[in-house]
């Protein structure tokens, strides 16, 4: 039988924890309404470019474990706080608030003054990479550089010979991986 978690399921656990007193303290108005769904936290190692999400009409709230790796507890911590502004803002103000606006940075300011409306980026190597791919069209010889590997063809030999329409003749070849 395999052990229950390992460092993320602690670190989640105890951030639900420091999540539940804060909800208890801070936000009792927005638990009583009876719509206001209970946030639910999740820690994700997919997310490379922000470090907390909130889906407040779900109650669902992301932070990512890179992030936690890099900065620490004490960072994270107020990144959760930031998500549970933007639920406790959701529920007190309404759907038509901006995501930042007036009414994000008062229960930001009142759940924690430190709370910023950034966080500090990601360390560089953990970033996704975006490599793309060396295409050349196989009648003019154009190369090309794409992100995605898609069957595309060169639009110049479509416009010229196929009255700018798709032909598979020019479809265009990948040569090599763009780095």
Same mark, same amino acid.
């Given at each position: 039988?395999?052990?229950?978690?390992?460092?993320?399921?602690?670190?989640?656990?105890?951030?639900?924890?420091?999540?539940?007193?804060?909800?208890k303290n801070h936000f009792r108005d927005v638990i009583?309404?009876?719509?206001?769904?209970?946030? %639910?936290?999740?820690?994700?190692?997919?997310?490379?470019?922000? /470090?907390?999400?909130? +889906?407040?009409?779900?109650?669902?709230?992301?932070?990512?474990t890179l992030y936690h790796r890099d900065h620490g507890?004490?960072?994270?911590?107020?990144?959760?706080?930031?998500?549970?502004?933007?639920?406790? /803002?959701?529920?007190? +103000?309404?759907?038509?608030?901006?995501?930042?606006?007036?009414?994000?940075? /008062?229960?930001?300011?009142?759940?924690?003054?430190?709370?910023?409306?950034?966080?500090?980026?990601?360390?560089?190597?953990?970033?996704?990479? %975006?490599?793309?791919?060396?295409?050349?069209?196989?009648?003019? %010889?154009?190369?090309?550089?794409?992100?995605?590997?898609?069957?595309?063809?060169?639009?110049?030999?479509?416009?010229n010979y196929a009255s700018g329409n798709y032909d598979?003749?020019?479809?265009?070849?990948?040569?090599? %991986?763009?780095?």
């Amino acid at each position: 039988m395999l052990p229950l978690g390992g460092p993320e399921f602690w670190l989640q656990a105890e951030l639900q924890d420091a999540m539940d007193r804060l909800i208890k303290n801070h936000f009792r108005d927005v638990i009583s309404m009876p719509r206001a769904p209970y946030p %639910r936290l999740e820690m994700s190692s997919r997310m490379t470019s922000s /470090a907390g999400r909130c +889906y407040p009409d779900s109650g669902e709230i992301k932070l990512a474990t890179l992030y936690h790796r890099d900065h620490g507890i004490d960072a994270t911590l107020l990144v959760l706080k930031h998500e549970l502004a933007h639920w406790a /803002a959701r529920w007190r +103000y309404g759907r038509r608030i901006a995501p930042h606006g007036r009414e994000f940075r /008062a229960v930001a300011h009142e759940l924690d003054p430190r709370i910023t409306i950034t966080c500090p980026p990601f360390a560089q190597k953990e970033r996704a990479q %975006r490599r793309g791919w060396h295409m050349t069209c196989p009648k003019c %010889r154009k190369r090309y550089v794409r992100s995605r590997r898609d069957k595309v063809a060169c639009r110049t030999c479509c416009d010229n010979y196929a009255s700018g329409n798709y032909d598979r003749r020019f479809r265009l070849v990948v040569t090599s %991986r763009a780095e």
